[in-house]
């Protein structure tokens, strides 16, 4: 009996079990911490910027170089893109479960191919790859409300000090800002031009030839074994002054007489580009949005930004300050804070079930053990197979703790029986236990696990996201079979006494309800166990009405949950000026804020999370109100999104709003919901394929 060697030895099955908790003690401090498990492709993107070329260019001079090479990439699933003024971004998805590192340098590779054919200004600024994912993980605003800084100092500033900071912490895929640098800029006058024959080719010339940090050596360097001294050579170099950029030649005239750039041209310093701007609750602001990188834990990643925030905040300007728009592990927290406070409810209530029905703390301990020893070994498992703690394996552990209890409660309720009806003494009445239902708790547990592991072998998303509760619960109930075989016996031959059951008072009317019902059911199944037919019709019945309310019940992947924020998208007509679409904004913004329910807003203009950068479009993040300050109904997010929708639709006609939530699952998708799109085939082109969209 696999039993007796632990009720020989009753230290070792102790010593098991503690090293089985703090083995499960350690994994835990281990374990990240998710919504989800890890089921989102893995995803890289290229980026590529051409200045001054056009959405149509782009297609032709970038993207078709570029996706001719990575087109057939080794595991890739589809690739996207997206073709707009001066920028070209393609994302490729790969097969879930392939390594982010490897899909990287497989796409870096073939894009290294695709180089030579690129235009010569694409390949001088550079084409990037990335594992950045369309995740968005937090929107980041920086203001200055004493207007100590201007917006272009701030801008620069934010973008020199702040931005590489953000980007070099680990599960940061990228970091966008919503601001212009500073750049000077020449405002070309065509008139003056054309009379001198100088075209904006020459101006251009012009600039970079005297505009950069020559580099001459030294005087005095080896091999000159005479000279005592070495004298670097310096030159004035880059030109960053106005003025300095005003007196640059442009060309030599025949009569010797030079024309200098302030001739042709006014010179100023501004902003590198005016297409886009960012607004924190209504106020002008440079804004960061922050993307998580493929297959990066969140809540991690959230951790070490607020650390670097932290240490950035004490070297920032005085009078700046930075506010967070937009958290997206406020969800996750708050979400595995619900579940965790149900599994401590679950446990409560599992203390009050076991105690009510065995009637004395010994009896009701033994089976109680079970349960951290159990659930911290299922710990060290998760741990191994590269699990963290989601809503799926909570999940599985809140569904563990009232099964794990089982095993050991069969022990010592039959303990119990024997040392009461047999009057054996604690260890023989374990050991006959022992010898009696050791083969019926191997079966059982069995029975259960089988039932769990073949959802583990699902394949596809779905089996994915189900595989970490399957192996979660079904380890779970391996470990309470091994407790109820190991720990339990030893603690009901050591550690029970006899007790007699209460005869009166409210356990004695509770055990007397309990026969009664107990008896009555002996009664009813032995009546319908001679009328089988009458049983086959029940089942029958109750079949078919499972099968009418199933049909009738909603199907979704996952729910839809509130995940306090919502965003609404906003487009102007084609050709709309950054002007135009500045003012809708301020609009949206203004009626958002004043609605109940939302702490605050991060407006962006000329960026749109569907069509991309564009003069014609924007949009608005919103933050809402934490959960505990909206329980109503009314204030939950999609009643206050359908809300804004209802009344900002009806007064601004001047611009298309789209509302919509981000999706269940990060990573599938921008936005929740179906995502909708028509694929040109040959033949066909982009007038012709817009007006079949219509």
Known sequence: MFSEIFLKRPRFAIVIAIVMCLAG???????????????????????????????????KMVAIPIEREVNGVEDMLYMSSSSEDTTYSLTVTFKTGVDPDM????????????????????????????????????????????HTLSSLELADYVI????????????VGGVDVYAASSAMRVWLNSDKMAALNITAADVRNAISSQNYQPTLGKLGAAPNDS???VYPLKTQGRVNEVKDFREIIVRTAEHGGLVRLKDIANVAYGEESYGVSAFADGAPAVSLQVKLSSGANAVEAMKKLRAELKRLEETLPEGVEYKFNYDSTDYINASISEVLHTLFETFVLVVLVCWVFLQNWRTTLVPLIAVPVSILATMVVML?????????????????????VDDAIVVVERVMHLMETEKLPPLEATRRTMREITGALVS??????????PIACMGGITGRIYQQFAITISTSLVFSAVNALTLSPVLCAYFLKPFKTAKKGPLAWFNRVVNSTANGYARTAALFARRISVIALIFGVILALNGSLFNLIGTSFVPNEDQGVYIANITLPEGASYARTKAVVEKVTEKILTQKGVRGSIGVVGVSILAGRSENTAMVIVDLEPWAKRKDPSMYSTNLMNEMRAKLTAETPEAELQFFEFPAIQGLGNQGG???????????????????AQ
Do not use: C, H, W
């Open 444 to 453: 059982t547990t069995l029975v259960m696990v089988v039932i769990f592991v």
């Open 227 to 229: 000279a005592q001294m």
């Open 160 to 171: 020199d000090n702040v931005k590489e900071a953000l980007a070099r912490i680990d599960g």
């Open 384 to 404: 191994a197979l590269g699990f963290s703690i989601n809503m799926f394996t909570l999940f599985g552990l809140v569904l563990a703790i009232g099964a794990v």
């Open 103 to 146: 899909a990287q340098v497989k796409v870096q590779n073939r894009v290294q191919i695709a180089t030579a054919s690129l235009p010569t200004e694409v390949t001088r600024q550079g084409v990037t790859v990335t594992r950045e994912s369309t995740n968005m993980l937090a929107m980041i605003s920086f203001v200055s409300p004493k």
């Open 674 to 692: 179906m995502d909708f799109r028509l694929q040109m085939t040959a033949g066909m082109d982009y007038a012709k394929l817009d007006a079949e």
């Open 25 to 59: 003690l350690v994994s835990l401090k281990m374990l990240p911490i998710a919504l989800y498990p890890e089921i989102t492709p893995p995803v890289v993107t290229v980026s590529a910027t051409y200045p001054g070329a056009s959405a149509d260019v782009i297609a």
